[in-house]
């Protein structure tokens, strides 16, 4: 069954930076498109990043535009979230999710979910 | 960037009754709207997509309706399981992908 596992959240001051991941398995990964979706505590769902199957498309949300970036190794069913200049209000779980799409083509809906990493910009 | 609002905030329900939760975009979104579910302390599940096409494995009381605008999400008949908060997200004009605010389904 498909399986997405994130992991590298954890405690950060202020200004700095963090990296997250994101396993896949049961899935021939290479050929979706991935994003990154993120909750802050109580709140509601906001969408950060999306990355194509083969990495030559990416798109940001305004709020973390120039400093998160967003990446893949294929030959490692591993997405990843580069996060810099890290700020209170990024404080959130952040989830990676598949795309519904496949292949050359994306939809930007997602079927599939992992459980989150909690990602907390504290001093 | 579309907003999309949810309502009613909060819907209180007896299992067995039936909800209709809205979602309304700022602009037409076609029939480029999924519902999702989420439970405390789970991720969201994929319910409908394209406005009312039901997702693998979700069962029939959940349907879903509208376009352009005005969309409904409905539970025929509520099961025990089915208390919980939900969520719509269009994909019509992006980046951004966005959501909804949610309405959360309560046992009254």
């Known amino acids: 069954q498909v399986q997405l596992v994130e992991s590298g959240g954890g405690v950060v001051q202020p200004g700095r930076s963090l990296r997250l991941s994101c396993a896949a398995s049961?899935?021939?990964?290479?050929?979706?498109?991935m994003h990154w979706v993120r909750q802050a505590p109580g709140k509601g769902l906001e969408w950060v990043a999306f990355i194509s199957y083969d990495g030559s498309n990416k798109y940001f949300a305004d709020s973390v535009k120039g400093r998160f970036t967003i990446s893949r190794d294929n030959s490692k069913n591993t997405l990843f979230l580069q996060m810099n200049s890290l700020r209170a209000e990024d404080t959130a779980l952040y989830y990676c999710?598949?795309?519904?799409?496949?292949?050359?083509?994306?939809?930007?809906?997602?079927?599939?979910w992992g459980q989150g990493t909690l990602v907390t910009v504290s001093s | 960037e579309i907003v999309l609002t949810q309502s009613p905030a909060t819907l209180s329900l007896s299992p067995g009754e039936r909800a209709s939760l809205s979602c309304r975009a700022s602009?037409?979104?076609?029939?480029?709207l999924a519902w999702y579910q989420q439970k405390p302390g789970q991720a969201p599940r994929l319910l409908i997509y394209?406005?009312?096409n039901r997702a693998t494995g979700i069962p029939a009381r959940f349907s879903g309706s509208g376009s352009g605008t005005d969309f409904t999400l409905t539970i025929s008949s509520l099961e025990p399981e089915d208390f919980a908060v939900y969520y719509c997200?269009?994909?019509?004009?992006?980046?951004?992908?966005?959501f909804g605010g949610g309405t959360k389904v309560e046992i009254k």
């Open positions: 999710a598949k795309d519904y799409g496949s292949s050359s083509w994306y939809r930007g809906d997602f079927d599939y």
């Open positions: 997200q269009q994909r019509s004009h992006w980046p951004p992908l966005t």
């Open positions: 049961g899935i021939t990964f290479s050929t979706y498109g």
């Open positions: 394209d406005a009312s």
């Open positions: 602009q037409s979104v076609s029939n480029y």
